[in-house]
């Protein structure tokens, strides 16, 4: 069973004197129980927009979501009981300290409350966090530490995490790789944001990247990073032109390293070019795998990935 | 009752103090300064010399009430209170939905499993009683004037005065509440609430000062006209005024639920 499945799900703001806003369009999106997906995209795709969908807090023009079995909007209090949350912009009261906070949360979510703020303290623990002060004199990092806290304490079968690691510096990002990767050994799923490449490439099983409210692909990481393309770098002991690759099967972006040397991209299977340089001695042929970046930008075109500096599909609807 | 009723009611124990006290100090301060009979008798005088419109933006309709201490109260404080807890009312309507939608809060709070009826009936429920609270607690001053003063006062009359600015006051806490439901924006709830609350108030002025049939109309639709605080220190409860109030602010908490219920949270 997809602990995470939409069909069809489609957001539109009505904006006025405008034509409506789509922030997500027609998201068909399964996540599996066990895994690690990330999500990424840049600067209002409709990354937080489809986050804001599956917990209720915003309603879809179209089509249905559902969480762990549940209709996100018909059995919503079911689905919340599962899922720990942790927002992009992390907003709490201000006036009560960490350990007040995480109080009042674990009474509101019910259950076994003792057991919950007991975990919360271990995980603190973990992010070496300190519960004692007001929230208002937390700084951005130390609010996701108590975020984090919050939306893992009582253990739920799955976490939807919001561009969870900003703020937090690279010895806690190691330490809550652990977690996540713990997170996933115990069966349980994380759905997580993320504008940080590299993060999406050290933890996540599965990645689904939105441009424009639009999924453009899901993939394994893994089979993301290899199968789609390679640079090569192709060595010739004469005198190298762009030219010899002309109409080459599966090339492109070909560029002139060194008078001997070319650098070209190639799609696909290696056959049709090592029969276009059969007539060259070859003194040396590198492939190397594109980073995850490289991959995202492929996706994007010139778009810069996401900055720190989020900015959500609704914020953009206003504008 | 839940952690959010709970929660609520611990947050605004101070706004009991603070302004049940206020507003007791108020009542007070009235009780102390008016040393006899000859006091109200000659602000009495003073406010008949004055042209009969201008007596009901005292909310007065003749200066006869206002010669007995009781109806001096009426007069000097209970006038005043309903008004005064207009500010408080818009505030708390605010904390109901706006002030955590607007901060962003809010988006935690409905993350976790608590519905959004849920949510607001246990906020207006603790806010209820707060100010209920906070009323019943700015009697203390009166009762304390009394104890201070010379003059004669009947107590009874003046608690049901005071439990009498309850109705008003959840009506324009619901005001706000629907409003900020409505427009999702604290600063237009703020402002939409404040003006029809003045408005409320001046229309009931003008009524108040003059015969029109026009003016008498609308002011059906001012809350104020169901709050007369000199008939109720006289005669006691207005049920007919106490029970359009309540059913007003119930339709109009009932209306933001429902609306709150059906729309998106957060920008």
């Not at chain 1, 995980?123 to 929230?135: A, Q, V």
Request: glycine share 8%.
């Amino acid at each position: 069973m997809a602990v995470i499945q939409t069909h069809d799900l489609t957001k539109a703001y009505n904006v006025r004197g405008k034509p409506p806003f789509v922030a997500l369009q027609s998201l068909d999106m399964a996540v599996e129980q066990g895994e690690i997906f990330g999500y990424l995209g840049p600067n209002g795709a409709g990354k937080t927009t489809t986050i804001r969908l599956l917990l209720d807090l915003i309603r879809p023009t179209a089509g249905t979501a559902q969480v762990m079995g549940y209709d996100v909007n018909a059995d919503s209090l079911e689905m919340r009981r599962l899922v720990g949350f942790l927002p992009g912009e992390l907003n709490l009261w201000r006036n009560l300290t960490a350990a007040q906070t995480v109080d009042y949360v674990a009474h509101v979510r019910g259950g076994d409350v003792p057991a919950q703020k007991r975990h919360a303290r271990e995980i603190g623990e973990r992010l070496n966090f300190d519960f004692s002060k007001r929230i208002r004199e937390y700084s951005t990092g130390n609010k996701r530490k108590l975020g984090l806290v919050l939306a893992m304490m009582h253990k739920p079968p799955l976490l939807i995490l919001d561009e969870p690691t900003t703020g937090l510096d690279p010895l806690l990002q190691h330490t809550f790789n652990a977690m996540m990767r713990e997170v996933r050994d115990e069966g349980r799923t994380v759905f997580l944001s993320s504008h940080m490449l590299a993060e999406v490439q050290a933890i996540c099983d599965r990645v689904g990247i939105i441009r424009d409210g639009d999924m453009k692909a899901i993939e394994r990481v893994d089979a993301l990073t290899e199968a789609k393309f390679h640079w090569v770098t192709l060595q010739l002991r004469e005198q190298a032109e762009p030219q010899i690759l002309d109409g080459v099967a599966g090339v492109s972006d070909v560029s002139l390293h060194n008078s001997h040397t070319l650098r070209f991209r190639l799609t696909g299977e290696h056959d049709p070019l090592l029969r276009a340089i059969s007539d060259y001695y070859v003194v040396r042929l590198e492939t190397r795998e594109p980073s995850l970046e490289e991959i995202f930008l492929t996706y994007y075109g010139n778009d810069e990935p996401e900055s720190a500096d989020p900015v959500t599909a609704e914020q953009k609807a206003r504008r | 009752m839940g952690a959010i009723f709970r929660y609520t009611l611990r947050q605004n124990m101070q706004a009991i103090w603070q302004w049940g006290g206020g507003l007791g100090a108020l009542g007070l301060m009235l009780m102390l300064i008016v040393t006899d009979m000859d006091v109200i008798t000659g602000y009495a005088d003073l406010l008949d010399a004055m042209p009969e419109e201008m007596l009901g933006f005292f909310g007065l309709s003749s200066t006869e009430m206002i010669t007995s201490p009781d109806g001096f109260i009426a007069f000097g404080f209970f006038a005043y209170a309903l008004m005064i807890l207009g500010v408080y009312a818009v505030a708390v309507g605010l904390d109901v939905v706006a002030n955590e939608e607007d901060a962003g809060v809010l988006d935690v709070l409905l993350s976790l499993p608590v519905s959004r009826t849920r949510m607001i009936v246990q906020r207006i429920a603790a806010y209820v009683v707060i100010t209920a609270l906070l009323v019943v607690f700015s009697f203390g001053g009166l009762l304390v004037g009394s104890v201070l003063s010379d003059m004669e006062y009947n107590m009874g009359r003046l608690f049901i005065g005071t439990l009498n600015i309850i109705p008003g006051t959840l009506v324009m806490i619901a005001l706000t509440v629907f409003f900020s439901v409505l427009f999702r924006r604290r600063k237009t709830a703020l402002s939409v609430s404040a003006a029809i609350i003045i408005f409320s108030y001046f229309i009931n002025f003008l009524a108040e000062s003059a015969s029109n049939a026009v003016l008498d109309m609308v002011n059906r639709f001012s809350l104020f006209a169901y709050y007369d605080s000199q008939r109720v220190v006289r005669e006691g409860l207005v049920w007919g005024d106490v029970a359009i109030l309540l059913v007003v602010a119930a339709l109009l908490f009932g209306a933001s639920a429902w609306l709150f219920n059906r729309r998106d949270v957060g920008l």
